[in-house]
């Protein structure tokens, strides 16, 4: 019906590690369950999660000691 429709669409998805660190801030009941879920999965890597969180995250926060008081527990809880 529409065969040319699809040659201009692209579609753009988070990898794992920047969708878990993008919950970071909000860090609701549902994004820590959503977390939990990708951890027993296997998708996540606490080495890599760390490492881009002070590598490319951390950096363009504002408010550091907040976003480090919400990664700790999670690192603790998940891994």
């Known amino acids: 019906m529409f065969a040319n429709a699809w040659r201009h669409l692209q579609l753009h998805a988070l990898e794992v590690h920047d969708l878990a660190l993008s919950k970071l801030e909000r860090n609701y009941e549902r994004d820590r369950d959503d977390i939990q879920q990708l951890v027993r999965a296997g998708h996540l890597n606490a080495g890599i999660l760390k490492e881009r969180y002070y590598n490319e995250l951390r ?21």
């Open 59 to 79: 950096p363009n926060l504002v408010n550091e000691a907040r976003h480090d008081l919400t990664l700790a527990p999670w690192l603790e809880s998940y891994w």
